[in-house]
């Protein structure tokens, strides 16, 4: 099997996203003790061990359990991060497997984004 190359994404282009796209899905794939100090503004929390059940999941059981649309295999903006980069390449890996194609991770991770946002 040939090994996926992990698409990335930088702190710029994830900006320009947040302001235009109605489209873009941000997961953080932190630990809830991470997300509770402070989190990316619009992402929703799915810690990176339950990323492949997650989007398992079927539409109706997926909105349910994150209040938002799942995303469709083709979905051009769905964006992984972590703390600083390992975990969202891992949760962008396992999206790959299940067969999103576009799926990329922030390699800034929060770390970077709270830094540039002077949080």
Not at 43 to 50: A, C, E, G, L
Not at 55 to 67: D, H, L, R, T, V
Not at 75 to 94: D, I, N, S, Y
Request: glycine share 10%; hydrophobic share 35%; aromatic share 8%.
């Amino acid at each position: 099997m040939a090994s996926i190359v992990t698409k990335e994404i930088s702190y710029e282009e994830l900006k320009a996203l947040l302001g235009k796209s109605q489209n873009l899905l941000l997961v953080d794939v932190r630990s809830k003790e991470e997300v509770d100090k402070g989190h990316i503004p619009g992402s929703i929390h799915i810690p990176v061990d339950k990323v492949e059940d997650a989007f398992a999941k079927g539409p109706e059981e997926f909105k349910a359990a994150y209040g938002v649309t799942k995303p469709a295999l083709d979905a051009p903006e769905l964006v992984f991060h972590c703390q600083m980069g390992r975990r969202g390449g891992v949760a962008t890996g396992k999206a790959h497997e299940l067969g999103y194609a576009n799926a990329c991770n922030y390699t800034g991770g929060y770390k970077e984004w709270s830094e540039k946002e002077g949080k």
